[in-house]
């Protein structure tokens, strides 16, 4: 199992930019698919962003152009740079990691069946 935690939520004014890190107990090495997800209260959770193993990434298309997947392997951190963010953007923000093997990254994301999740991190974006 690996152990994830997010940190770098915030509360900040539409237009702004955050930078989310999600810090893993192990070395996630790059064969791991990771995500970013996030949840409103009352609603089901919700793919942001993911990468692979070859660093190919996906976006949801409401944060494509805004948000960057990216992640430091030597470090075992995944990021997700968030900008221009809009009150739509409030939700607490889930990293997540390993999802099985048979399955593409699309997939992975859309059906949310990663392995292990972390606790999540509060986005609050003002108008």
């Known amino acids: 199992q690996v152990q994830l935690v997010e940190s770098g939520g915030g509360s900040v004014q539409a237009g702004g930019s955050l930078r989310l890190s999600c810090a893993a107990s192990v070395f996630t090495s790059r064969t791991y698919v990771m995500g970013w997800f996030r949840r409103v209260p009352g609603q089901g959770r919700e793919a942001v962003a993911g990468?692979?193993?070859?660093?190919?990434?996906v976006y949801v298309d409401s944060v494509k152009g805004r948000f960057t997947i990216s992640r430091d392997v030597s470090a075992n951190i995944l990021y997700l740079d968030m900008t221009v963010l809009k009150p739509e953007d409030t939700a607490m923000y889930y990293c997540a990691a390993r999802c099985p093997s048979t399955l593409d990254l699309p997939t992975c994301l859309l059906s949310k069946r990663f392995y292990d999740w972390g606790q999540g991190t509060q986005v609050t974006v003002s108008s």
């Open positions: 990468i692979d193993n070859n660093g190919s990434t």
